[in-house]
C-alpha cells in the first residue's frame, strides 16, 4: 500500500494522503518491534530502513510544495511540515541507539532553521512552523538542566560512554556530529543573509 501511495505524491500532487501515508509507515516500523525493558532499549529489527525508504520518497514532494520565491508558504507546505516534523521525530528517538537528548536539541534545532528559512510571515506574527520547535528545545534545555536527568539519564545515555559503544551506537553518534555541524553552517548562512538585508 505505501509503495503503491507514492505516485499519487507526483502525478495528483495529493498532499491530504500524506497524513495517511505517514501513518502506515509508522504502523509499518511499530510491526517488528522489540523492547527489551531491562536495558531500556528498542530495536525495529529491519523495518526500520524501510521507514527512512518510505520518508525519502515523501521529501521530494515535500520539496516542491516550497515556495522558494518568497517566505509567505501555503497551506500545504505547513500541513506537510507538520506531519512529518512529529512523524520522524517519533521514528527517530525510538531508532537511535545512544545520546537521545542531544539528537532531539539537534533535530529540533535543524526543523528550526528550515522553518526560519522558508517559512516566517505565515499566520501574521504568530510564526506557526517555528513555535513547536521552539517550544521543545526550550523544555529540552529545561530538563537538560535537572540533577535528575543528568544523574539517571546522561550517565547512560551519552557521548561519556564512548568505550562501550557498538558498531550501530558509534553509526548514530557520527551522524549526530555530521548533523551538527551542518546545523551550525546553516545558522552562519542565516546570519549572514540576515547582515545583508
Not at 45 to 64: K, V
Not at 65 to 92: D, M
Not at 127 to 151: D, E, G, H, K, N
Not at 161 to 176: P, V
Amino acid at each position: 500500500m505505501l509503495c503503491a501511495t507514492v505516485p499519487l505524491f507526483y502525478i495528483k500532487r495529493a498532499s491530504g494522503i500524506a497524513f495517511f501515508y505517514l501513518l502506515l509507515a509508522l504502523l509499518y516500523l511499530s510491526l517488528d518491534l522489540r523492547v527489551d525493558i531491562l536495558s531500556g532499549t528498542i530495536d525495529f529489527g529491519g523495518n526500520s530502513i524501510w521507514f527512512w525508504i518510505f520518508i525519502l520518497a515523501l521529501l521530494p514532494h515535500y520539496y516542491m510544495s516550497i515556495n522558494r520565491e518568497g517566505r509567505a508558504q501555503g497551506l500545504r507546505f505547513r500541513f506537510l511540515t507538520l506531519i512529518i516534523y512529529v512523524s520522524i521525530y517519533g521514528a527517530l528517538m525510538a531508532s537511535v541507539d545512544g545520546n537521545h537528548l542531544v539528537w532531539a536539541l539537534t533535530y529540533n534545532a535543524g526543523f528550526y532553521m528550515i522553518t526560519q528559512r522558508f517559512a516566517t510571515i505565515n499566520l501574521g506574527t504568530l510564526r506557526f512552523m517555528s513555535f513547536p520547535t521552539q517550544l521543545a528545545i526550550a523544555l529540552l534545555l529545561i530538563l537538560a538542566t535537572s540533577r535528575i536527568v543528568i544523574m539517571s539519564r546522561l550517565r547512560r545515555d551519552s557521548f561519556y560512554n564512548l568505550d562501550d559503544y557498538d558498531a550501530g551506537e558509534w553509526y548514530y553518534f557520527l551522524l549526530l556530529l555530521a548533523l551538527m555541524w551542518r546545523n551550525l553552517l546553516q545558522l552562519f548562512q542565516i546570519k549572514r543573509s540576515l547582515r545583508k538585508q
